[in-house]
């Protein structure tokens, strides 16, 4: 056999080698970025010295549901001194009565702040939110959504404990309700993975984004940051993309305790559900560029080690342990890092389903987001 013959030789087996590239890519995301979660010791911030004032900001718009069944948790927290700022944005329903009666039930805590629609004038969530903030009159400020329940009388106490001189930003973590259905375990499925990844790699000090039913800051640096004048124009954002421009490698501290969680009420249809993660996919074109590559490549490779194994299975049937044992390594290593995880964010239930959430999760957010990443968004 000629020099020339001899790596000619080895070409067949190519897809074998780039699906063990790929392995590797997979597992240092595995054991690296999200093993930092893994062994991260759980903190309660509750009893921390520093209790700031608080002013939790909640944005609604035609919720008078979930403010009956609700707002009563977030307004009875077991917290020092704190006021709740309600934007009720443009609602048509009984929003208006619902608020008036708790405005009477805690006069000193709720400051209820109202938006009117403009027939010239079509505003989006940030809008309402710089309102917010603006009507705030403390410096930290918590956020939450009208449909979201705290796990406990201690969520305030968590989120505002972990405020510090260095830390201007705290990311929470905020689940689903558990419901019937399939739809419903691949959502939760899909944000807790989310919440993974933002979790660890703020723990690493590169912290990307944040999620707005379980976020805080400060006005300081909300104003510093000139608010959301850069992604103003688009819907989404007003959560990911501010932490994504303001976040340093210091100024973030996470809140996972148990009490700190608060839990969102989830999408019920595919439909809708495409339309959230539609809504969502256009703010990360705004990322910065190392995040956009580094999410990038998290999410190809992932997407392209299913793809070549498949491959690799059809190539080489007689070789089929060797796919299957590539693909053994990835999920064992996944067991073994993300057992831990699910257990500290309360989705245990769902580690069986991993194998099949796994790869649905990725070619469900990757279709999702080359549909949609483009699309015009202007409005709520």
């Known amino acids: 056999m000629t020099l020339l013959e001899q790596p000619l030789s080895y070409l067949p087996y190519?897809?074998?080698?780039?699906?063990?590239?790929?392995?590797?890519?997979?597992?240092?995301?595995?054991?690296?970025?999200?093993?930092?979660?893994?062994?991260?010791?759980?903190?309660?911030?509750?009893?921390?010295?520093?209790?700031?004032?608080?002013?939790?900001?909640?944005?609604?718009?035609?919720?008078?549901?979930?403010?009956?069944?609700?707002?009563?948790?977030?307004?009875?927290?077991?917290?020092?001194?704190?006021e709740v700022v309600l934007v009720d944005d443009c609602s048509d329903d009984e929003s208006k009565w619902i608020l008036k009666e708790f405005s009477s039930r805690y006069p000193e805590r709720l400051k209820i702040v109202e938006i009117k629609e403009h027939i010239r004038l079509k505003h989006t969530k940030k809008f309402a939110l710089t309102m917010g903030i603006k009507a705030a009159k403390y410096e930290h400020l918590v956020f939450t959504d009208a449909d979201c329940q705290p796990a406990g009388a201690f969520w305030?106490?968590?989120?505002?404990?972990?405020?510090?001189?260095?830390?201007?930003?705290?990311?929470?973590?905020?689940?689903?309700?558990?419901?019937?259905?399939?739809?419903?375990?691949?959502?939760?499925?899909?944000?807790?993975?989310?919440?993974?990844?933002?979790?660890?790699?703020?723990?690493?000090?590169?912290?990307y984004m944040g999620v707005g039913r379980n976020l805080a800051y400060t006005k300081s640096l909300f104003y510093k940051g000139k608010g959301f004048n850069k992604h103003m124009h688009i819907k989404s954002g007003d959560d990911d993309l501010f932490v994504n421009h303001n976040a340093t490698n210091t100024n973030v501290?996470?809140?996972?305790?148990?009490?700190?969680?608060?839990c969102s009420v989830p999408k019920t249809t595919w439909k809708s559900y495409y339309k959230q993660k539609a809504r969502h996919s256009g703010a990360s074109t705004l990322y910065k560029r190392k995040h956009k590559r580094m999410l990038a490549t998290q999410l190809l490779s992932a997407l392209l080690f299913y793809?070549?194994?498949?491959?690799?299975?059809?190539?080489?049937?007689?070789?089929?342990?060797?796919?299957?044992?590539?693909?053994?390594?990835?999920?064992?290593?996944?067991?073994?890092?993300?057992?831990?995880?699910?257990?500290?964010?309360?989705?245990?239930?769902?580690?069986?389903?991993?194998?099949?959430?796994?790869?649905?999760?990725?070619?469900?957010?990757?279709?999702?987001?080359?549909?949609?990443r483009r699309k015009k968004q202007t409005s709520w």
């Open 307 to 372: 793809l070549m194994l498949f491959v690799c299975f059809v190539l080489y049937p007689s070789l089929w342990y060797i796919p299957l044992g590539i693909y053994s390594i990835r999920l064992l290593s996944q067991l073994l890092i993300f057992n831990r995880i699910y257990a500290k964010l309360a989705i245990r239930d769902l580690f069986i389903w991993l194998p099949i959430l796994d790869v649905l999760y990725y070619f469900y957010i990757c279709i999702n987001g080359l549909f949609n």
């Open 14 to 82: 190519v897809p074998l080698g780039v699906l063990g590239i790929l392995l590797l890519i997979q597992l240092y995301y595995i054991y690296f970025v999200y093993g930092k979660l893994t062994f991260y010791p759980i903190k309660s911030f509750r009893e921390t010295p520093l209790q700031p004032p608080v002013s939790v900001i909640i944005c609604a718009h035609n919720e008078e549901e979930n403010l009956k069944s609700f707002l009563p948790q977030i307004l009875e927290q077991d917290y020092p001194l704190f």
């Open 156 to 207: 305030l106490a968590e989120m505002a404990g972990a405020f510090s001189p260095e830390k201007e930003i705290v990311l929470g973590y905020s689940p689903y309700f558990k419901q019937n259905g399939f739809l419903n375990k691949l959502i939760r499925f899909e944000t807790t993975h989310t919440a993974m990844s933002y979790l660890a790699y703020a723990l690493k000090g590169n912290a």
């Open 253 to 262: 501290n996470i809140a996972i305790h148990p009490d700190a969680h608060i």
